[in-house]
């Protein structure tokens, strides 16, 4: 069984940065999907962004890309998100996930197909 935890979190303007990291324990998640998720007030879980097993393929929802970057280094079990030009709607409190089958990312943007969760790191933008 693995354990994911999420840090990174804080309140930070809008335009600004935040990297969050995702800290694996229990054994490996290079053979593993992962993804980030988001839910914000109100609002039903989304998809973020999602990187393969071996870091090269990643995929990101619409509202996320050209200003955040998934990477992971596999050595450091750790799966990060690099978030840039941030706007107040992306606050949310963001979980980092694995994919439930290895080497697949199949249905990335899914939440059903993750079966591990962290408990999440809250961003907050202020305008």
């Known amino acids: 069984q693995v354990q994911l935890v999420e840090s990174g979190g804080g309140l930070v303007q809008a335009g600004g940065s935040l990297r969050l990291s995702c800290a694996a324990s229990?054994?490996?998640?290079?053979?593993?999907?992962m993804g980030w998720f988001r839910r914000a007030p109100g609002k039903e879980r989304e998809f973020v962004a999602a990187?393969?097993?071996?870091?090269?393929?990643?995929y990101y929802a619409d509202l996320v890309k050209g200003r955040f970057t998934i990477s992971r280094d596999n050595a450091k079990n750790t799966v990060y998100l690099q978030m840039n030009s941030l706007k107040r709607e992306d606050t949310a409190v963001y979980y980092c996930?694995?994919?439930?089958?290895?080497?697949?990312?199949?249905?990335?943007?899914?939440?059903?197909?993750?079966?591990?969760w962290g408990q999440g790191t809250q961003v907050t933008v202020s305008s």
């Open positions: 990187i393969s097993s071996s870091g090269g393929s990643t």
């Open positions: 996930a694995q994919h439930r089958s290895p080497y697949t990312p199949i249905n990335y943007y899914l939440p059903r197909e993750y079966d591990y």
């Open positions: 229990g054994r490996t998640i290079s053979t593993y999907t």
